[in-house]
């Protein structure tokens, strides 16, 4: 793999952002505000840190990615097309009729490791299978990208435990602290915080990061494991909508689709950041 | 088939321990199987096991959800995994995980049952499984099985350590005698013909096999009436072939299971004979929808009539 400069991913990410929403547009479905907050994480693991490609996908010592936050799929969709696992205009038919891209992860789309959208889910197949990796004496790594609202479920506590208990140096969970869940704050709903001290408490290392500064994702990532014989924690402070200056931190972005005026002024934004960049 | 006559001292082990002993045969020669257990491998049988392969036990503590979860992590990189777990948490408790990870990602992971039906008897309805059939029949892509005896245990594990898909089996306490002393085949799907006859038929799945057969005997000593009896292993998918073979003889028809009456399989035999135009007198022997009486399984199994006496007398009551 190229490791890709700060700047390289940057340029990478508004295309990413830019193709996020075009598909989201054109389907008239998606999780808009959480597609955007993850992608930027997303495009380090694929690009910089994971050993992982359409070439090696079927061999069994490949890095493995798997999304909790399922309902953000947009954001892996376009990644996966961008890695060369399936053409991109397949997402052109995204949540249609008979399509394999639907609203969530599903195997029948190639680069996919796990079907989740139920929360609380990636975690503890994450344990599973970085306890898998152990048992076979296999170098490879995993990681899940869990979001803030789904930390009430109580399977992640579960499967936290668990990880530690394995020493599962093997394992790093991301979440998307994105701060927002479909009711509201999340400190408002059901709050987690404070994130790290309790991990940290279930014998996790934990670092906290910026979700959209570059530079630091890929810190963080070379940095694993972050202590031997622990499983690793990646909070990533993120902004849901980011990218989009109406849809920052505002919650009908959640799966909000825009409106043809709403698209223009968004691919317009992108277009000036680009150009930027 | 000829008639067999079963023999009650061979053999007459808890399906559990023929599960555990089997399961360790296979570990010997296959260093891919893994049992996954939550807090449970007392209750499973498997102390030897985790002696003899502590590489290839996980223990997850008692936490049904990660179990499922993390056994079908485990599947998904080649394991045969057996998640281990008392029938009633595993398939209420991790039910989503059951449908999601496990059947819906087609992670190949094995789901033992332990203790199931009314095994765990007096300690109440928290720990009894009555409603794990009809759950798990209503979740597309895994099998559900109750093995009867100990022949079929020892091959229903064989077969689902070699199984590429999910499969749901479920296993007693109690010790069981062999159904027959014949070498039969044992295939997912194929429901096993313990006798062949004309009067009635018996369709009954694993702890229910034994005095649903030994109705059948007690009705062609006492009555005359020769009855088939099948054991119907598996009830998801249904053998319908040999459903339709035996209903083509018009003959009253009694299910029998240790299961809720509703969802499991009587009412999967009707379903089946029903949209096929098999008309033939039909009773649904299984626990009634109610809060079930308190005792033992034995207490249990008298009290709704599931003993060779009930099943016997509710089937002479189906041929008047």
């Known amino acids: 793999m190229t490791l890709m400069t700060p700047k390289e991913l940057a340029r990478k990410s508004v295309d990413y952002r830019k193709k996020i929403l075009k598909y989201i547009y054109s389907a008239k479905a998606g999780h808009t505000g959480g597609s955007l907050s993850c992608v930027d994480i997303l495009n380090v693991l694929y690009n910089d840190v994971m050993q992982v490609s359409p070439e090696n996908f079927a061999s069994p010592d490949r890095d493995r990615y798997i999304q909790s936050k399922g309902h953000s799929v947009e954001a892996l969709y376009v990644v996966l097309a961008d890695q060369g696992f399936f053409p991109e205009s397949d997402l052109e038919t995204l949540c249609q009729y008979q399509s394999h891209y639907i609203g969530h992860p599903t195997k029948k789309v190639n680069g996919i490791e796990q079907n989740t959208g139920s929360l609380g889910h990636g975690l503890a197949l994450s344990v599973g299978t970085a306890l898998a990796a152990k048992l076979d004496k296999r170098d490879y790594r995993v990681f899940t990208l869990l979001g803030d609202g789904e930390l009430p479920e109580g399977s992640n506590w579960e499967a936290a435990l668990l990880a530690a208990q394995y020493k599962l140096d093997n394992l790093c969970a991301i979440i998307d602290h994105n701060k927002l869940q479909i009711t509201g704050p999340t400190c408002d709903v059901c709050n987690t915080d404070p994130i790290d001290a309790k991990f940290e408490a279930f014998g996790w290392e934990v670092k906290h990061v910026d979700g959209h500064d570059f530079a630091q994702l890929k810190e963080t990532f070379q940095s694993l494991p972050f202590q031997g014989e622990k499983p690793s924690l990646v909070i990533a402070h993120t902004i849901k909508g980011r990218g989009i200056s109406f849809m920052e931190n505002q919650l009908k972005w959640h799966h909000g689709v825009p409106s043809p005026e709403q698209y223009e002024q968004a691919q317009e934004e992108l277009n000036v950041l680009s150009e930027a960049l | ?320």
């Open chain 2, 1 to 320: 088939m000829g008639e067999t006559i079963a023999n009650p001292h061979v053999s007459e082990k808890p399906n559990l321990e023929v599960f555990s002993s089997t399961l360790q045969n296979l570990a010997h020669d296959d260093r891919q199987i893994v049992v996954v257990t939550s807090d449970s491998r007392g209750s499973g049988k498997l102390v030897p096991f985790g002696q003899k392969y502590p590489e290839q036990i996980i223990e997850v503590g008692i936490a049904e959800q990660n179990l499922v979860g993390v056994a079908a992590g485990l599947a998904s990189t080649g394991k045969k995994v057996f998640a281990v777990s008392p029938a009633c948490f595993l398939t209420a408790r991790s039910l989503e995980q059951i449908k999601a990870d496990v059947a819906y990602s087609d992670n190949p992971v094995n789901v033992i049952g332990i203790s199931a039906g009314v095994s765990y008897g007096a300690l109440g309805s928290t720990h009894h499984s009555l409603h794990d059939f009809a759950a798990l029949r209503a979740i597309n892509n895994i099998l559900v099985v109750a093995p009867a005896d100990n022949f079929e245990t020892e091959q229903a594990i064989r077969a689902a350590a070699a199984f590429p898909h999910p499969v749901y089996l479920r296993f007693g306490k109690k010790p069981m005698p062999l159904l027959s002393e014949e070498e039969t085949s044992f295939e997912f799907g194929k429901g096993r013909v313990i006798q062949e006859g004309d009067d009635l038929t018996f369709v009954a799945t694993g702890e229910t096999v034994w005095p649903a057969l030994q109705a059948a005997r007690k009705l062609e000593r006492e009555q005359g009436l020769r009855a088939t009896v099948i054991s119907m292993h598996t009830i998801k998918p249904l053998d319908e072939n040999l459903l339709a073979r035996v209903a083509a003889k018009g003959a009253p028809m009694v299910t029998v299971e240790e299961h809720s009456v509703y969802g499991g399989l009587g009412e999967a035999c009707a379903s089946f004979l029903m949209q096929n135009g098999l008309a033939l007198p039909f009773k649904i022997m299984a626990i009634p929808d109610e809060y079930t009486v308190t005792g033992s399984q034995g207490d249990i199994f008298r009290h709704y009539g599931l003993t060779e006496e009930g099943i016997a007398e509710t089937a002479l009551q189906l041929c008047k």
